[in-house]
C-alpha cells in the first residue's frame, strides 16, 4: 500500500474515533452512572400548545408586494479573516462593513461561525492569532453601527485546551462573547415590531476541547445545552422563532 494511502486510511479512523468521542461526551448526562440505561428514568410529558396553534389559525398578515410587515436583518457567515490572505477575506468584510450595511440599513447582523480563519500559510496547520482577531474586534468596534451578534466556527475553537484557555480569542474579541458565557452556550434576542414579536436564539456548538485542524471539524451539543434551547424557545410566545448555530 502506498504512502499517501495509508496516511488516509489512518486519518479516517481519527476521524471515526475523534467522532465517536463526541457523541459519548454529548450524550454521557442522558445515561445514568450506575444502571448505564440509554431510556429516561422519569415519564416525559409532551403538550401541544393550543394557545400557539390557535394564534396560527387567526394569524391575519399574508404576503403581498408591499413592504408592509416587514423587517430586514443580514446573515453573514464564513468571515474566514486571515493574516496571510486578506484578498477575498478581510478586504471583502471591510467592504461590506462600510458600504454594504450603511446602504441596507438591517435591524442586526448576525455571524454565524469562522470569523478568523486560523490556518497557516501553507493552509496545512492550524493556529489562533490574535492579529486576525484584533482586526476583526476593531472593525466591529469603529465601523458598525448596528446590533451585531456571532458566534464560533470550527475554525474559532482551532487549537483550544479549554473556553477559559488564554488563546481563546474569541472570549476576549468576539462581539457576544459574554452572552454566549453567562448563558452557558445559548442566548437569544428579540425585535419587536408593530406586527409582532420575533425572537432570535444562538447556539454555541463548538467541542468544549478544539484540537487542530484536520480532526476539529465536529459539532455537537451536550445535554445541559439542549436545556437551554428548550427553554429559550418554550419561554415566552413569539410570532416566529429563528435559530441560528454552527460548528
Not at 46 to 59: E, G, M, P, V, Y
Not at 149 to 161: A, S, T
Amino acid at each position: 500500500m502506498h504512502k499517501p494511502a495509508i496516511l488516509y486510511v489512518i486519518l479516517t479512523i481519527l476521524c471515526c474515533l475523534r467522532a465517536f468521542q463526541l457523541y459519548l461526551s454529548s450524550t454521557q448526562e442522558l445515561r445514568s452512572v450506575e444502571g448505564h440505561s440509554w431510556l429516561p428514568t422519569k415519564k416525559l410529558n409532551f403538550t401541544r400548545d393550543s394557545n400557539a396553534i390557535d394564534r396560527l389559525k387567526n394569524d391575519s398578515v399574508v404576503l403581498g408586494t408591499a413592504s408592509d410587515n416587514m423587517f430586514y436583518f443580514v446573515h453573514a457567515t464564513d468571515l474566514h479573516l486571515s493574516r496571510f490572505r486578506p484578498k477575498g477575506h478581510t478586504y471583502h468584510f471591510l467592504h461590506f462593513i462600510q458600504s454594504i450595511l450603511p446602504v441596507v440599513k438591517p435591524e442586526f447582523v448576525v455571524v454565524t461561525g469562522d470569523l478568523t480563519d486560523a490556518k497557516d500559510k501553507k493552509r496545512i496547520t492550524s493556529q489562533q492569532y490574535i492579529d486576525e482577531w484584533d482586526v476583526y474586534q476593531t472593525a466591529i468596534k469603529e465601523k458598525v453601527t448596528v446590533d451585531w451578534y456571532d458566534m464560533r466556527g470550527n475554525h474559532d475553537c482551532f487549537d483550544l485546551p479549554s473556553w477559559q484557555s488564554r488563546v481563546n480569542y474569541y472570549r476576549t474579541h468576539g462581539h457576544s462573547a459574554g452572552l454566549i458565557e453567562q448563558g452557558k452556550g445559548v442566548y437569544s434576542w428579540q425585535v419587536n415590531q408593530p406586527t409582532g414579536k420575533y425572537q432570535f436564539v444562538a447556539i454555541d456548538a463548538c467541542p468544549k476541547r478544539g484540537p487542530s485542524r484536520p480532526l476539529n471539524f465536529f459539532g455537537y451539543l451536550t445535554s445541559k445545552t439542549m436545556d437551554q434551547l428548550e427553554n429559550a424557545l418554550i419561554s415566552k410566545p413569539y410570532n416566529h422563532t429563528f435559530v441560528a448555530s454552527v460548528a
